[in-house]
């Protein structure tokens, strides 16, 4: 059993992996028929939108095993760099492809679309590069982390980039069609490589304490998620996401939490 949160780890990392294989394979091709003498086209939309899904596995199981690891009370220095290897490839390198196809996708919708260098796309990998210095960071500041976080948790910014393919397939309220432009990527691209390595202290899930003047923020998000799923669909990612931003800038932790840090 003391086996069993590495396992989860890198149940973590293989979900990774997978969504990295179906993010690269979510593009446009032409496929021959045999039996017709022809080629048809195949699009990527499904394989986008299980390469988010992937994701959202990873994160499945980089929750379990930080419950195991507690239930279990085993904790150690290769358990830790485990977790933010595998958090890196499920969480930064991956959302990274997700972004380089939509990248590609909207420039290759653009008139001079055979002319655009394949430069346009690279940016997307700011997202990994960020990623991977929010996690070093994180692996030598974590006893000043106990109850908050120091920038944006990189598995937050994961699952709110494998919303949009999920976002792209459904098209809530046309919501996908803004996911279309390429300074919107651009942009966004931006915020989320700012926000990991950012001073913001975002709070934890889990509360310092099971009183309201602790969990206050957490209760709140949970109570939004659970109205926002039903209505929004996929869409309600980037609405918690936002609150989650808006919540953190605004709680305090109460002053005897805060001291146990």
Known sequence: MKHLPNILTLCNLVCGCIAIVFALDS???RVLDAANN?????YGTE???WAGVFIAAAALFDLLDGFAARALRVFSPIGKDLDSLADVISFGVAPAMILFKMLWASLMAEP???DINMLAMAPAFLVAAFAALRLARFNITSDQQKWSFTGMPVPAVGILVASFPLINFYNPYNLGNALQGKWTIYCLIAV????MVSKIQFFKLMPAKWQVK???PQILLLLVALAALPLLNAAAIPVLFALYILLSLVYK???EAATQQ
Do not use: D, S
Request: glycine content about 4%.
């Open 192 to 195: 989320l490589c700012w926000l």
């Open 47 to 49: 394989q986008a939108y």
């Open 214 to 216: 602790y969990m206050w």
């Open 27 to 29: 593009q446009p091709f």
């Open 38 to 42: 022809g080629y048809y086209w195949v």
């Open 253 to 255: 932790a109460p002053q």
């Open 112 to 114: 001079k679309a055979m």
